[in-house]
């Protein structure tokens, strides 16, 4: 078992900039690859970013490119997501997922969820 807990969430203008945070406890953090995904009022849940287990490469969706990058500490057992040049259409709860297989993410699929944090963008 694997839990996660997210962090950092709030409410920031257009333009700003926040950093989220995933806490993991439990089986070897470093064994998983680790995604975000956000789910917006009213949308389904898609995939935002992810990161290998050794952090060797990162992959995001084309809507956060160039503004959103995703990062990992494995001896804190953390998985981060900075953000900037924030939307209005950021506005999601955002969790952390991990997987030991990375194409599982395609899929909107993990093995562990995080419980959400919740991220608005007021324009």
């Known amino acids: 078992q694997v839990q996660l807990v997210d962090s950092g969430g709030g409410l920031v203008q257009a333009g700003g900039s926040l950093i989220l945070a995933c806490a993991a406890s439990?089986?070897?953090?470093?064994?998983?690859?680790m995604g975000w995904f956000r789910q917006a009022p009213g949308k389904e849940r898609e995939f935002v970013a992810a990161?290998?287990?050794?952090?060797?490469?990162?992959y995001y969706t084309d809507s956060v490119k160039g503004r959103f990058t995703i990062s990992r500490d494995n001896a804190k057992d953390t998985v981060y997501l900075q953000m900037s040049s924030l939307k209005s259409e950021d506005t999601a709860v955002y969790y952390c997922?991990?997987?030991?297989?990375?194409?599982?993410?395609?899929?909107?699929?993990?093995?562990?969820w995080g419980q959400g944090t919740q991220v608005t963008v007021s324009s």
């Open positions: 439990g089986r070897t953090f470093r064994s998983y690859h």
């Open positions: 997922a991990a997987d030991d297989t990375l194409s599982a993410f395609s899929r909107l699929r993990a093995d562990y």
């Open positions: 990161i290998t287990w050794n952090g060797g490469s990162t």
